[in-house]
């Protein structure tokens, strides 16, 4: 790994942080927050574009990226936003503990959606803006973005564009990255206006509307309201979120597909019919669940069973029920869809539709393969065959999944009151997905995990954010031998 190059291309993500941290001190200062607010975000700008300025003039020269470096420039990359994006909660004094503001921001970073803030409607509106924003630029990510806007970095950006995309198959929709890079921006800015315009309509004001839109898109959950989206008490505002919440959970390819009138290429994709099945099913499912032990009205039911389900599946984490509350049968069907995820390429969290999709398919092969043992079972996703080794690395992945959710598991409950508390705070930082179960609820928050547990929580967000092997990659000591 060769340090110029990487901290050349933290310095620019400083240098974008800094410049958004200023945009936020203009709106603090044009919505009549306090000059406290105002003061922080500009402090908070200066200080990162300072660092960022001082970091980019420091490491110029020529930008070519190896393998190695696109992983180190991602994680550091990640870090570097986080440690920049806690300055506005420590300088306001909203977050006074710098471990809490670094998790509040590795939080909205990762559009994970967890969150150690109670009172949302005392906040600063300059500051919640500010946090979703952090969702805005994790959705896509943020070094997808410096892909996009930075044309020296060549062919070194799919480096970063690998590392960075979640998925197990990273497609271009182009031949230059730069210009994938520039089309999924475009698809996803447009996508999150359009939202906005439609909850405008609905009642929420702008900045609310741009706050859950960048949520929503971004798979997040960060609200503008203690209550979440359940705040506004709304039908439409649900009905519109829900929609952009399955958009979101879509692979981002495909909505380019669709906006160049190809209308049929997402039905045609195996994993999007799967992932349509899937949430129709378990939606239709919860409802059914909770259909007269918490609603006796069937509308209303399907009307919690959806928005919930969809929320927790495509890991956004917006709350319109105390689910906690819910039948244990409908509790473990949510904790079951936090596990799956969106499709590849999405702004979703967790394991993603595709490698359930071969998992499963790989099952039954192995069954089909104990009845005839000579026989030759390909496995197939649509009309394309999947390779050995994506099988292998997928099964692989699923392991270490689950393996570094029961270790994690076991390590928060040095943190934690309860076994169940444990488990959801980490399934909902590892799978991105913000509310957990008991203590992490939906109606609770992360403030009561001390300060270790929240530091090992924002490890874990990293972790499923960055699909796993780009930070444990960085935790092998081949990684650093020349």
Known sequence: MRLRPVFHLIAFVWLVMGVSMAGCAALAL????????????????????????ALALATRGRVDLSRRDGFAIVVFGWLAAAVSGALPYLFSGAIPHPVSAVFETMSGFTTTGASVLGNLEALPRSLLFWRALTHFFGGMGVLVLCVAILPFLGTGGMQIYRAEIPGPSKDRLTPRIANTAKLLWVVYAGLCG??????????????????????????????????????????????????????????????????????????RDPEFRFYLGLWAGACLL??????????PSPLEALRAGFFQGTSILTTTGFVT?????????????????????????????SMKNVRLMILLKLTVREVRRFLHPQAV?????????????????????????????????????LFTPDLETAAGATIATLGNIGPGLAGVGATQTYAEIPAAGQALLTFFMLLGRLELYTVLVLLTPAFWRR
């Open 30 to 53: 044009r919505l009549g927050d306090a000059p406290e607010v105002v003061g922080a975000f500009g402090r908070a700008a200066a200080a990162t574009l300072f660092a960022g300025g």
């Open 194 to 267: 359009l939202q906005a315009v439609l909850l405008r309509f609905g009642g929420m004001d702008w900045i609310d509307a741009f706050c859950h839109a960048f949520a929503t898109m971004a798979t997040g959950g960060f609200s503008t309201r203690t209550a979440s989206v359940g705040g506004f008490n709304s039908a439409y505002i649900e009905v519109v979120t829900i929609v952009f919440m399955v958009l979101a959970g879509t692979n981002f390819a495909l909505h380019y597909q669709a906006l160049r009138g190809r209308l049929r290429a997402p039905f």
């Open 286 to 295: 919860l409802s059914l669940l909770v259909w007269r032990s918490r609603y």
């Open 321 to 349: 029920a105390d689910f906690d509350r819910w039948p244990q049968a409908a509790r473990l069907l949510l904790v079951l869809l936090m596990f799956v995820g969106g499709c590849a390429g999405s702004t979703g969290g």
């Open 377 to 413: 079972f390909a496995i197939r996703l649509g009309r394309r065959p999947i390779e050995h080794t994506t099988a292998a690395n997928i099964a692989a992945f699923f392991i270490a999944f689950v393996g570094i959710f029961a270790l994690g598991t076991l390590a928060m409950t």
